[in-house]
């Protein structure tokens, strides 16, 4: 009696999506999915300690804090780009250009088109933390 592969079926697999990469980061779904799979496959006769339990919640809950501190100083700090940017607008400023020269020109306008705003200097786009040196308007 000869068995067949079922590998070598055409059409076999077709119609099946390719697997999804796995995440990169632990965050609170994957946790949560961790501790649901901890719990469905706990010994009934012998059920998980609920000071642990507790103990992954509150890591839990502090995984999330964590993350939403991290990402409200991420924005603070794209904010401080921006208002930093614009309090350039006028002023005379130096930069390095890509020959290693040193250019001095006054900040005519701001962009925040990338995550990292632009300076318009005399019609030039620099970023701004190449920017070396500040000369304060006369205003």
């Not at 946790?31 to 059920?47: C, G, I, K």
């Not at 318009?120 to 920017?131: A, M, P, Q, R």
């Amino acid at each position: 009696m000869t068995i067949e592969s079922t590998a070598s079926t055409p059409g076999l697999n077709s119609g099946f999506a390719p697997a999804t990469a796995p995440k990169q980061e632990l965050d609170s779904e994957v946790f949560m999915s961790l501790l649901v799979a901890q719990l469905r496959n706990q010994d009934p006769s012998s059920p998980m300690d609920t000071n642990e339990m507790m103990s992954q919640q509150t890591q839990l809950a502090s995984m999330e804090k964590l993350t939403q501190i991290s990402e409200t100083s991420q924005e603070q700090f794209a904010l401080t780009m921006r208002m930093a940017a614009m309090g350039l607008v006028g002023s005379g400023v130096s930069y390095t250009d890509e020959d290693g020269t040193v250019v001095t020109g006054t900040a005519v306008s701001a962009s925040f088109a990338n995550v990292v705003p632009t300076i318009s200097v005399d019609g030039t786009d620099v970023n701004l933390d190449h920017i070396l040196a500040i000369q304060p308007s006369d205003d």
